[in-house]
């Protein structure tokens, strides 16, 4: 037997065994150890024809130089040269029919269609002005089953890509396809469309992605004619369309879209313009990222605020008649054209002592509001009415005024609040009792007397609020229009008025380095 040592640029060291039926060879590689491999070898060159020559097996040897036990005549020593790695950059070796050493792996794998062992051919190359990509091809030899795919070798693009590919000659149907898993074909003539991940990656032709699609088309035909006729007669006039596209009668376009940005059409006037394609870079959307199983850069999310318009909200107090423990209500209401304010209850359960008071959600207005209505009419009883703790009313023909810190804040109607100022007025204990003098009594019963007039529309009166801060309300049941029985008039409050409402002391400018505005 004889043994000959042969260094390979892509293996290292290799020796051979030239034996009557086998040989075997050994390549030491990285850390001191040989490492199996199987490939199969290309036909000599010279003679008529292209045999085959036995296929290379393998032994494993350690870093002690042992050798496992082979076939029986078969021995082999360790080659005592230094190992050599495998040049860089050539483990994708640009795709050609005339590359003599690219040759696929094989690996013996289960056949899903028979249940039997197949072989799995792997092919690592490169796509000039392209990249990188894996193609696989299996064949079963037992029932003829085969299946071809591809991967790309590479990551997923920054950006999606789109091709569009206008077909007008026989020529461009033998172009170069690279189709990956995410990629969406359309055809807009036909109104024809493969969805992404319903077909496996595949490296083709403009024809061979026709060829695909019919094949997928026709492959339940039989069953849909003896269960859904009519569908399958559509199914193949739709077939024989995509078959008269293959002999490009009249132009077509081709679309392929890919989120990944890893699929291709061949451009075969490299390095020249094709004019019959266009290539479309873009922006993934969110839906495309999930889709790849890429993680969207989460915008940053903003602290929420809470929605108190919608919650009520509950603090304990004392009841200020009984002194018990009772509960306060808070709600925040949006009054129409107006602004925001707040309703607070409380109900005691231990006397039943019932109280509301409503307060202004907003700043103090820059200027004050003088709000006049001419009470004319029934209805005008039941117009919606914010009165804050700063306002006061007025009733000139009943020669009546009420303060501002009376009543507290209110948010009521028209009728309410008037009820409220009777029974305010009518039960002072220093109007009642045997203090009172008669004729204070008596011009009490009259003041009683023309309110229930008013609240029963039998006397017209002007019903005036006068609100320095700005913060009160009387509805326009005429709104957005004018109301004409109503006025509001806006005026700049003056200095005792400013005193009153604690906007004089107040600093509104220069606080952050302490200086105080010079009044």
Known sequence: MEVESIHSRQHGNVLFFKGPESAASL?????????????????????????????????????????????????????????????PGRLFRPISAEDDEQQPTEIESLCMNCYRNGMTRLLLTKIPFFREIIVSSFSCEHCGWNNTEIQSAGRIQDQGVCYALTVRAPEDMNREVVKTDSATIRIPELDFEIPAFSQKGALTTVEGLINRAISGLEQDQPTRRANENAIAERIDEFI?????????????????????GNSFVENPHVPR?????????????????????????????????????????????????????AQTNMKLVQIPHFKEVIIMATNCENCGHRTNEVKSGGAVEPLGTRISLHVTDPSDMTRDLLKSETCSVEIPELEFELGMAALGGKFTTLEGLLKDIRELVTKNPFTLGDSSSPGQTEKLQEFSQKLDQILEGKMKVHFIMNDPAGNSYLQNVYA????????????????????????NDMRTEGYETGLVPQR
């Open 240 to 260: 024989v369309k995509l078959k008269e596209l293959k002999h490009v009668a009249s132009p077509f376009t081709l679309i392929i879209d890919d989120p990944s």
């Open 480 to 503: 957005p229009e004018d109301d004409p029985e109503m006025k509001v008039e806006r005026y700049k409050r003056t200095f005792d008025q400013n005193e009153e409402l604690g906007l």
């Open 273 to 325: 313009k094709d004019d019959a394609l266009v290539i479309t870079h873009y922006n993934r959307t969110p839906q495309q990222q999930e889709m790849l199983g890429l993680q969207a850069e989460a915008p940053e999310k903003k602290p929420e605020e809470e929605d108190l318009r919608n919650e009520v909200l509950q603090f304990n107090t004392n009841c200020p008649e009984c002194n018990a423990p």
């Open 27 to 87: 390549r030491k590689g990285g850390g001191g150890s040989w490492r199996v491999c199987r490939r199969k070898g290309r036909g000599h060159e010279g003679s008529g024809s292209r045999k085959s020559p036995p296929e290379l097996r393998v032994v494993e040897m350690s870093a002690s130089a042992a050798v496992e036990p082979g076939p029986p005549g078969v021995t082999a020593a360790p080659s005592p040269a230094p190992a050599l790695a495998p040049a």
